[in-house]
């Protein structure tokens, strides 16, 4: 699987990795066996940040570095911590009250912090420290000065992009690489120009435009699950391709039982954009909690606070292996996954693309 034998292969001479198949940075289901998997499977392994402490990143980077000396990207969220508003956390609190008294839950208990840690100067000097090839953010682009200490160790830096202004926006601020995130992704959106969940352009759609906006490389990402879609990827212009919702079918994903039954039932149809875990647009699956209050709430708390108060909730109904009150993150293309290692997946849906490539 030679780099000459793919279309494009500006991504792998930029990351030095051998397949243009980024591992989607997915926070929870992510940690280093994945990382290490397709890292060594000649893709790009990501290790998402956003839910570790300074001290869980570097074990995990440890045990990363003690299994492979490939290249890796480690990913952060750059949102802004929000101000906090009581009116709005109330009134929350009272949308979801009559959940926790059908579930003997006390109403007026204290609500557990919900907490996303943005990109800071500790987590710089992190990246300072072990020094990984690929560094990416999430929600834009966190302070000039703190993409500059991160250029300034050789890290190449790529972020995602819901829209052409985001892309060219990413390109100016310095990216070395724009991850053009199409609407059938799972998880949160990566918009951080609008908060439009209206407007969000599909990975057909929006692929070719900022290709055709940017002069740096793009990975397509968003509804891509199998061979076909990666040659689509490739023939809109991108030079790599994302994948998310069929890495967590592999054993090595961290996932609640509820969360891996409901991806093994969905539909092209089961995912909605929805704010109510987190209080962020993000791609889940339906489940009872996105019926009845969202999919779209104007009660829920700004990112990421809206989550503290599901936590009683799922704490009752996870150990009865419900997922109605827990996010069960998924894209448009779950119904392509395949329960296979995920070192072993990366090789195959390279070597089917390389096939279906040569016949055209």
């Known amino acids: 699987m030679a780099m000459k034998s793919w279309p494009d292969n500006r991504i792998q001479t930029l990351f030095g990795i051998e397949l243009p198949i980024i591992l989607a940075p997915m926070a929870g289901p992510v940690l280093s066996d994945m990382v290490i998997a397709v890292s060594e499977a000649g893709g790009l392994g990501s290790l998402p940040c956003a839910l570790l402490t300074a001290d869980q990143i570097r074990n995990e980077l440890t045990t990363i570095r003690q299994r492979t000396a490939r290249p890796i990207n480690l990913n952060f969220f750059c949102h802004r911590p929000p101000a906090p508003n009581k009116t709005r956390e109330e009134q929350w609190r009272k949308r979801l009250e009559t959940y926790y008294v059908e579930f003997g839950i ?14 800071d100067e500790s987590m710089c000097d992190l990246v300072a420290e072990w020094k990984p090839e690929v560094v990416s953010f999430h929600f834009g682009l966190p302070t000039r000065e703190l993409i500059d200490r991160v250029k300034a160790t050789g890290t190449k830096i790529m ?12 390109e100016d601020e310095g990216c070395d690489v724009i ?28 692929v070719p435009q900022v290709v055709d906006a940017v002069k740096v490389p793009v990975i397509a990402a968003g509804g891509i699950g199998d061979a076909r879609g990666i040659v689509a990827a490739f023939v809109l212009g ?31 149809n089961s995912t909605a954009i929805t704010n109510v875990f987190t209080g962020r647009p993000a791609r889940s699956i339906v489940n009872r909690l996105v019926q009845e209050v969202g999919p779209m709430s104007d009660s829920a708390p700004a990112f990421p606070l809206a989550g503290g108060a599901l936590t009683p909730l799922r704490a009752k109904t996870e150990p009865q292996g419900s997922g109605d009150f827990m996010s069960l993150w998924s894209g448009q293309a779950a119904r392509f996954g395949r329960e296979l290692p995920a070192g072993e997946l990366t090789r195959i849906l390279a070597q089917e693309t390389l096939a279906r490539l040569s016949a055209l």
């Open 159 to 170: 972020s995602s992009a819901t829209t052409v202004d985001e892309a060219r926006w990413l």
């Open 238 to 268: 991108a030079s790599a391709v994302q994948l998310g919702t069929i890495y967590m079918f592999s054993p090595e994903a961290k996932l609640s039982v509820p969360h891996r039954e409901a991806l093994k039932k969905a539909k092209d």
């Open 106 to 119: 006390d109403p007026l208990a204290p609500v557990p912090t919900s907490n996303r840690t943005p990109f």
């Open 179 to 206: 991850i053009a995130q199409g609407a059938e992704a799972g998880g949160h959106r990566g918009m951080f120009l609008s908060d439009s969940v209206a407007t969000q352009v599909g990975t057909i759609a929006l």
